[in-house]
């Protein structure tokens, strides 16, 4: 069965320190694995999409990393502001559904909290 | 701007009770999603469309209900056979093939009293 396992379940760092949240998947066959953003009650919003030829990829202060032989990717949040206080998402897309959102295996997300 | 839109954004029900959830989106997409997230669990799909006029069911599809009648609109009837209703419900949109990056809503929560 896929699985998507993502850790730390929380985390709480001090604005302006940088942080590292881990995804581990026995999603198989690999497509690809994305990151998302959630605000407390809102619809989660895309941060990057990486392929299984992609081991690093950025958008702004995040950097996500990816290592498909050891199905781990990691999110790293540089420099941390009060908005990034949220819920990260790991999502990976097997294959077999021709890399679509209709083969998405969902993390449970790290939920991060920036204190000032 | 482009976007998917949920309304309404908070509903309360009764026990026993339908009630159906819009989703409208005007990003041109063939396939729409809808997702149930709980406290502490991943998002699990509901239902899904990838064409109009057709529909198929995702993990947790018992209790609910969806038409895809005109490319834009997805809507989700929660029934009263479904059992623990009350949850946030996300719906997304994502153009057919390629990554199939999805674009969410900002979700409904739905209560039942």
């Known amino acids: 069965k896929n699985q998507v396992e993502q850790s730390p379940q929380s985390l709480i760092i001090l604005e302006g320190k940088n942080c590292t949240l881990q995804?581990?998947?026995?999603?198989?066959?690999?497509?690809?694995l994305r990151w998302y953003k959630q605000d407390t009650g809102r619809g989660p919003v895309s941060l990057t999409i990486m392929t299984f030829s992609e081991n690093t990829k950025s958008n702004g202060r995040y950097t996500a990393t990816l290592d498909a032989d050891t199905k781990q990717s990691s999110l790293h949040i540089t420099a941390s502001q009060l908005s990034d206080s949220a819920s990260y998402i790991c999502v990976v897309s097997d294959l077999s559904s021709g890399g679509g959102a209709d083969g998405l295996t969902f993390g449970k997300g790290t939920h991060l909290i920036i204190q000032p | 701007d482009g976007g998917i839109t949920q309304s309404p954004k908070y509903l309360f029900r009764k026990e026993g009770q339908n009630v159906t959830l819009s989703c409208e989106q005007n990003l041109n997409h063939d396939a729409m999603y809808w997702y149930r997230q709980d406290p502490g669990q991943g998002l699990r799909l509901i239902y899904y469309s990838q064409i109009v006029n057709d529909f198929q069911k995702g993990d947790i599809a018992e209790g609910y209900s969806v038409s895809r009648e005109k490319k834009e609109s997805f809507p989700l009837t929660v029934t009263s056979a479904q059992k623990n209703p009350t949850a946030f419900y996300l719906c997304a949109s994502s153009i057919q093939g390629g990554t199939g990056e999805l674009f969410f809503g900002e979700g409904s929560r739905l209560t039942v009293l």
């Open positions: 995804c581990n998947y026995t999603v198989s066959p690999f497509s690809n």
